[in-house]
């Protein structure tokens, strides 16, 4: 059975750091990209960041681009965000998402039940 | 960026009645948009993807159609498990956007 498992969320202050993991299970994790989205308080999903499956390639949304760094240990079936100079307005869930084989422009065929981030003084 | 656009915001729907989700791109996207399903504090699960592809395991009663920017999901005769919030995402360009989803409510 696929599942991945976040953690690392909590209260930060505004300015703070912050790094997110996600470990996955059931599958053969180093062949497949991976997404971070996210979805603030009563809000629609965003897409926050992508890597590569060997991890040489990543993107990023602008509202993230110089703040968020994304990686990946393929050896420990594990995806990061770490999340540096956070805003209020990254308070949200964040999620990991698998590609299945599909390429780098693909849909998500499983997620993760997220990791709350609150970003408040 | 594409703007995708999902209408209604809400959809008041009974159990066993069918309920149709419209998905807007604001380019031409193909076939390429995926489907979710969004409960509270669960995971969103994969429902379409090439627009009119079921994902594994999904049942028969959620279809897909449309491509390049129109785009609607179908579910026929709602069962108490599909009340929830569903969503549309464009995979043709970077980056990924999702509609604002709309949400399937219990009348």
């Known amino acids: 059975e696929v599942q991945l498992v976040e953690s690392g969320g909590g209260l930060v202050q505004p300015g703070g750091s912050l790094r997110l993991s996600c470990v996955g299970s059931?599958?053969?994790?180093?062949?497949?990209?991976m997404d971070w989205v996210r979805q603030a308080p009563g809000e629609g999903l965003e897409w926050v960041s992508f890597?590569?499956?060997?991890?040489?390639?990543?993107y990023y949304a602008d509202a993230v681009k110089g703040r968020f760094t994304i990686s990946r240990d393929n050896a420990k079936n594990s995806l990061y965000l770490q999340m540096n100079n956070l805003r209020a307005e990254d308070t949200a869930v964040y999620y990991c998402?698998?590609?299945?084989?599909?390429?780098?422009?693909?849909?998500?065929?499983?997620w993760g039940q997220g990791t709350l981030v609150t970003v408040s003084s | 960026e594409i703007v995708m656009t999902q209408s209604p915001a809400t959809l008041s729907v009974s159990p066993g009645e069918g309920a149709t989700l419209s998905c807007r791109a604001s380019?031409?996207?193909?076939?390429?948009l995926a489907w979710y399903q969004h409960k509270r504090g669960q995971a969103p699960r994969l429902l379409i993807y090439?627009?009119?592809t079921r994902a594994t395991d999904i049942p028969a009663r959620f279809s897909g159609s449309g491509s390049g920017t129109e785009f609607t999901l179908t579910i026929s005769s709602l069962q108490s498990e599909d009340f929830a919030v569903y969503y549309c995402?464009?995979?043709?360009?970077?980056?990924?956007?999702f509609g604002g989803g709309t949400k399937v409510e219990i009348k």
């Open positions: 998402a698998r590609h299945p084989n599909c390429g780098y422009d693909c849909y998500h065929d499983y």
């Open positions: 059931g599958f053969t994790f180093k062949n497949h990209e």
């Open positions: 890597i590569s499956n060997s991890g040489n390639n990543k």
């Open positions: 380019q031409s996207i193909g076939s390429t």
């Open positions: 090439g627009a009119s």
């Open positions: 995402q464009q995979y043709t360009k970077w980056p990924l956007t």
